[in-house]
């Protein structure tokens, strides 16, 4: 009891007088505390307790989440607070909350305090000094805090003078572009407007004072429920990053998002520094259907949500939950976005994109193909088959023709057959942006293509090795795209098809290096404990490394725009590490080692001379550089030059895209698709150097390869 005093203590001394209510611990909070760390405790992988190493961690990632950007919180602040770091663990434990909810409403205050000290900073005539030659420190996830108060002052004062210059050059640079081009910034429903949309008539200072305004509101409307989400998934992250606690609302959304009738864009989103960030585009839902040149894109961060043609919300740091639903709302509705660019990593330009809600049904992520037709130097045509595989469904689906059962292996197989009577040369398998879904589906989808073993998985229990059954369907040659957000079941058929040599792998540097197995475990009533989400496997190649972390590395990079994003199971703290166990037996069915070298000579050669490809790698070079550089200039003219340029490129790659929709043809999925249009060219010069689609003579020819080929079937251990 003394000890919890003192921290609390503690706490107390850092806290001025609130202008607001304090946030409170609600009575079952205790008991919802004591419940998640029993189970994960008893349940997760790893088999470790919560302890003084995991409450140090539990610590920063509270810290982290509630002070992202290393300003409200200064370095004799976390001095002062340096007991409770190997002492939370006991506290939570036992249910006591209280410290949690005494630091959220310090940073309640600080952030009170900054909006304060910018409205006091920007009522002056002329608060800032362009002319000076000095940088602002943009990217603060790992830059240092502030030493004390003063220190954060001053660093407040950059972090204004650094808003205040993006905002102005980006007006006037809007009224460039306005001026040469007039009607490309007045068509709203083209969302072709860049500029601030209902912010437009303001002044400069009047939008900063209206974001910092939303900013505190925010804060000062956070309800216990948020806090407690804060404070518990700060423990069960520190597990590991996709073990969580799910409050009961969270719990709630996460219920609806497995209706697979549920109405909205079809955009999976991720809580980030504040604003909530694009990760993926579901097929066949209204985001990934739009066509427009200004559109929703993959790593974009939505900042505002509006309905239909009425005001946009500004949702800057609010819960993730409160904006999905938002977003949400009844099929043909109007949802209005404002978003920053994925190629703005400063946040000065936004674009508004308006979709009509519609209901994301399991059928628009069906397996989906046709027969590419590829013009050869000779004169004749080769004819590749292209699967798209979104998702590793199956289970029943209710329609208006009663319940059915379906399964993408199925799917699969019908269009494998088709392929075969029109004596197809080889195969593309697209498993771009897919997230996983069922094992079962992804062993029998394997098996349709090799004889033996697929993945290991390891738990508390031991490890076992798990093969599809079934019989091989397609034995011609073999590409699979993958990038950075294939991840899961789909890292787990494109390792075993690589591990065996059944396939060339093309794609982004890595796939997503999602190797875990998540279960669901309410807390007794979810609607009054919420839920655990607790990691309890892990996922092993047959060749004994296991696909989380590292992923799956490709035969030949051809990078999207993903690869420039900060996408994978490696940018998220305290993932899981790579780890290795015993190979299983199995034996590879070919090898494209010996080709890989021509393959991509030819490749480079071809992609040089590709105007798409082009845009599109000098966009990704340009998201990287801007990644990696940690500063912006605060000096006029070179920010002007940095941001002009920045722009070129945008417009590089919104020329690129327009050419190739206007070369879009004969249903052909790979005109507007560079890394598919290569990928058939390596797959059609791949055939070509192995002596035709059929498997050359004597590859593997030994007999142990031939026994494995022939009797591979289910091994264990």
């Keep these: 009891m003394k000890k919890t005093l003192l921290f609390t203590i503690c706490l107390h001394l850092l806290l001025p007088t609130f202008a607001f209510a304090k946030l409170q611990p609600q009575d079952n909070y205790p008991l919802i505390a004591q419940r998640m760390v029993r189970e994960l405790n008893i349940t997760h992988l790893s088999g470790e307790v919560l302890n003084d190493r995991l409450s140090g961690v539990a610590w920063t990632n509270l810290i982290e989440t509630l002070d992202y950007d290393h300003t409200l919180l200064t370095q004799e602040d976390l001095k002062t607070l340096e007991p409770l770091k190997t002492k939370l663990d006991d506290l939570v434990a036992k249910g006591e909350l209280q410290f949690g909810y005494d630091l959220i409403n310090l940073v309640r205050e600080r952030i009170a305090e900054r909006c304060d000290f910018a409205e006091k900073t920007l009522r002056q005539t002329e608060p800032f000094d362009f002319t000076i030659d000095e940088h602002y420190q943009w990217k603060r996830k790992k830059a240092p805090r502030p030493a004390n108060r003063e220190a954060q002052k001053a660093l407040w004062y950059a972090s204004l003078k650094n808003e205040y210059l993006a905002l102005k050059l980006s007006k006037e640079l809007d009224a460039k572009e306005a001026e040469t081009s007039p009607e490309t910034t007045t068509q709203k429903e083209a969302t072709q407007d860049y500029s601030e949309d209902d912010n437009s008539n303001l002044s400069v200072e009047e939008i900063i004072l209206k974001r910092y305004r939303s900013l505190r509101d925010v804060y000062n409307e956070m309800e216990a429920e948020t806090a407690l989400q804060h404070i518990l998934s700060a423990v069960a ?36 520094d504040g604003m909530v960030r694009v ?27 509006g309905q239909g043609d009425g005001p946009i919300e500004d949702v800057r740091h609010k819960p993730l939950s409160r904006t999905v639903r938002k977003i949400r709302g009844p099929k043909g509705t109007v949802v209005t976005l404002k978003v920053i660019p994925v190629s703005d990593k400063t946040g000065t330009r936004t674009k508004i994109v308006d979709l009509v809600r519609d209901e994301i049904h399991l059928d628009q992520q069906a397996v989906t193909g046709h027969v590419e037709c590829l013009k050869l130097e000779d004169g004749d045509e080769r004819k590749l088959g292209y699967l798209r595989i979104p998702t590793f469904y199956a289970g029943a689906v209710s329609g208006e023709k009663g319940t059915n059962l379906t399964s993408m292996t199925r799917d699969l197989l019908v269009y494998l057959q088709k392929f075969n009577t029109e004596h197809i040369d080889g195969l593309v398998i697209d498993l771009r942006n897919n997230g996983g879904g069922s094992l079962a589906e992804a062993l029998s989808m394997t098996a349709l293509f090799v004889t033996g073993p697929v993945v290991q998985v390891r738990d508390q229990r031991g490890s076992q090795v798990l093969a599809g059954q079934g019989r091989v369907a397609f034995r011609k040659p073999i590409v699979v ?14 390792s075993a098809l690589q591990d065996y040599g059944r396939a060339i792998i093309i794609g982004d540097s890595k796939t997503h290096g999602k190797g875990t197995v998540q279960t669901v475990q309410a807390l007794g009533d979810s609607k ?34 993903y690869d420039a994003l900060d996408l994978g199971e490696d940018q998220l703290p305290g993932a899981l590490p790579y780890t290795t166990i015993q190979p299983a037996y199995y034996a590879k069915t070919s090898d494209v080692k010996p080709y890989l070298a021509e393959l991509k000579q030819r490749s480079d050669l071809r992609l040089k001379a590709d105007t798409q490809a082009t845009a599109a790698f000098q966009l990704i070079n340009h998201i990287r550089k801007v990644n990696a550089e940690q500063t912006v200039p605060l000096q006029i003219e070179k920010r002007r030059t940095r941001m002009n340029a ?17 070369g879009h043809k004969n249903g052909s999925t790979a005109e507007n698709d560079y890394v598919l249009r290569e990928a058939l060219n390596i797959l059609s010069d791949y055939i070509d150097l192995r002596g035709g689609p059929d498997e050359p003579v004597n590859v593997n020819g030994d007999l142990r390869s031939r026994f494995m080929q022939i009797f591979g079937a289910h091994y264990s251990r």
């Design 481 to 494: 795209l993958t990038n950075r957000n294939s991840a899961s079941a789909s890292e787990i058929v494109a």
């Design 237 to 272: 992250t520190a597990f590991d990053p996709h073990t969580d606690y799910m409050s009961p609302m969270n719990f709630e959304d996460f219920s609806m998002d497995m209706n697979l009738t549920l109405c909205g864009i079809g955009a999976t989103l991720r809580y980030d």
């Design 646 to 662: 920045e722009r070129a490129v945008e417009k590089l790659q919104e020329d690129a895209l327009k050419e190739s929709r206007l």
């Design 528 to 561: 009054t404990y919420g839920a655990n989400k607790i990691t309890t496997a892990c996922f092993y190649r047959i060749n004994g490394g296991t696909t989380q972390l590292r992923g799956i590395a490709p035969d030949f990079v051809i990078p999207s725009i």
């Design 279 to 305: 990760t993926e585009l579901m097929p066949g839902a209204p985001a990934a259907n739009d066509t427009r040149d200004i559109r929703l894109q993959a790593g974009d961060r939505i900042i505002g949500v």
